[in-house]
């Protein structure tokens, strides 16, 4: 069923948007990822044109970020105090990261730019995780986590001035981290719409040295409001938040979860990693080629008939 998108300005096949917004649910609920990098990626391949994506995608992380940090904070899970430091920096990365696609958009490279910052990323994670892969294949890990961080803080960052006492975390470090982490959130958010969990969550690991229990409430907590505050101001600054798409993926993406985390106990850890990591390099490369690649005709001419 062809529907009408207003904003992107073409019609799409409906069931197809439903059926990637579900299977990046499915990913998410199964493999226990966020699935925003690879749902605007798919959205390209669709035809969507890249600054719409990314800015309905960052309307899709406000539901489900929503629905997943409940279940945080019903097991006191969130350390609301570093939350709210990267919250204020969540907003200022989201203000320059919205001054920067406005240029871009205005110098006509925003397409473009996206699309190669996918392909960077995309790359990216898909090595390490391959990487970690095979090292934890090699040697394997028989220790049992922690339910607090027993990594240390870089002693550079006890030098930095502004400290603060975080007793959910039981940190006592500067205020100027929580911050410039949130604020990388921010800009990834409103220039990729991406809730940016997968570089948030080892930086607050191995950076603040947060507990490892309280990083994804931590990271959700903020995300909610860094990614609302994105989407209205692509709404209303660059307008590119496609409601009629956006519905589209809130439903599937939702379904995909649920059904993804029915499942989610029969697989085991490391085919899970190894499916999402395949997924994640095979993405990568469709959309480097279609980037990259000459196309067969560079011209296409059709014979319009005269009203």
């Known amino acids: 069923m062809q529907i009408y998108l207003p904003i992107a300005e073409m019609a799409v096949p409906a069931e197809q948007i439903f059926m990637v917004s579900a299977f990046v649910g499915f990913l998410s609920g199964a493999l226990g990822v966020g699935g925003g990098f690879l749902t605007t990626p798919f959205l390209i391949f669709l035809g969507i044109p890249p600054s719409v994506a990314v800015g309905t995608q960052a309307s899709q992380l406000v539901a489900s970020s929503t629905a997943g940090v409940l279940g945080h904070l019903k097991r006191g899970a969130v350390d609301t105090k570093i939350g709210g430091l990267m919250l204020v920096g969540g907003f200022v990365g ?142 209303t600054i660059n307008q590119t938040v496609d409601i009629v798409l956006a519905i589209i993926l809130i439903l599937g993406g939702v379904l995909g979860a649920q059904v993804g985390a029915s499942i989610s106990r029969y697989l085991k850890d490391i085919w899970a990693r190894i499916i999402l990591a395949s997924i994640v390099i095979l993405v990568c490369l469709k959309l480097t080629l279609d980037v990259f690649l000459t196309p067969e005709e560079l011209f296409s001419t059709v014979h319009l008939m005269s009203p």
Do not use: C
């Open 94 to 235: 989201s203000v320059n990261g919205i001054w920067l696609f406005k240029v871009l958009e205005g110098l006509g490279q925003i397409d473009f730019v996206i699309s190669y910052l996918y392909i960077l990323l995309l790359g990216s994670i898909g090595l390490s995780m391959l990487f970690e892969i095979i090292k934890t294949a090699l040697k394997p890990q028989n220790q049992m986590r922690s339910e607090f961080n027993s990594f240390k803080v870089h002693p550079w960052i006890l030098l930095l001035p502004y400290k603060m006492r975080f007793p959910r975390s039981k940190l006592y470090i500067s205020a100027i981290m929580p911050f410039g982490i949130g604020m990388l959130g921010g800009v990834l958010a409103t220039l990729l719409g991406i809730g940016g969990g997968f570089i948030l969550v080892p930086a607050m690991i191995y950076i603040l040295g947060m507990p490892t229990l309280l990083v994804a409430g931590t990271s959700l907590f903020q995300m909610i409001f860094t990614t609302s505050f994105a989407v209205m101001m692509h709404a």
